[in-house]
């Protein structure tokens, strides 16, 4: 499962021209950012993110699959229907003026209602889901701000936006972890007819 999601995730990381530099401006391997619009440093936080966002769930709560036998489409219809909305609500997103760090949430909730819509089954587990991965998250930024304590004031630009924090973290932080928690949880079961039950 985490392979697949890796492998899903790393587009995003393509889109970091979008948040750099008006939301954060940290400083990019080779320059990368410059040259290519991303950083290898983006590949990787995608990659990890996709892999704890998306068995947050499972592990915290005892949780394996089980074939759900539900009709539908085949997978690579599902991948390719949302691949397609990716596709689309990114430059949607952006043209309508709405910066990415309030686009993306936007974007993984508006999949996460319509994959909810065709699998009901899957509303607690994606809110769980979605609480969980806040809180792994919540505990990696917490670590960062240990060790380094003014990292959120040296790199990020919040001032320009809700300028909002959680002992420390900002509130775009918790949103982002949240809502890719809800959607991830949500990928795989949907798309290769999953459902989640206990140990």
């Known amino acids: 499962m985490i392979h697949i999601l890796a492998i899903v995730s790393i587009p995003f990381g393509f889109t970091e021209f979008l948040f750099y530099p008006s939301y954060w401006e940290p400083k990019f391997l080779f320059d990368l950012v410059h040259v290519l619009g991303f950083g290898i440093e983006d590949l990787l936080f995608v990659i990890g993110l996709s892999a704890f966002t998306s068995t947050s769930y499972p592990f915290f709560f005892r949780k394996q699959f089980a074939k759900w036998e539900g009709r539908g489409f085949s997978p690579k219809y599902r991948i390719l229907l949302l691949v397609l ?49 806040t809180i792994v998250y919540s505990i990696l930024c917490f670590l960062l701000l240990w060790i380094y304590p003014s990292i959120f004031d040296l790199t990020w630009h919040t001032q320009k936006f809700l300028n909002i924090r959680w002992f420390g973290i900002p509130l775009e932080e918790l949103i982002y972890a949240f809502s890719s928690g809800l959607a991830a949880t949500l990928f795989y079961p949907f798309v290769f007819s999953f459902r989640f039950v206990s140990f």
């Open 85 to 133: 909305l990716f596709v689309t609500l990114v430059p949607t997103v952006h043209a309508m003026g709405i910066h990415l760090i309030y686009g993306a949430p936007l974007i993984m909730l508006s999949f996460s209602s319509i994959l909810l819509f065709l699998r009901r089954d899957l509303l607690i587990p994606a809110v769980l889901g979605g609480v969980s991965s």
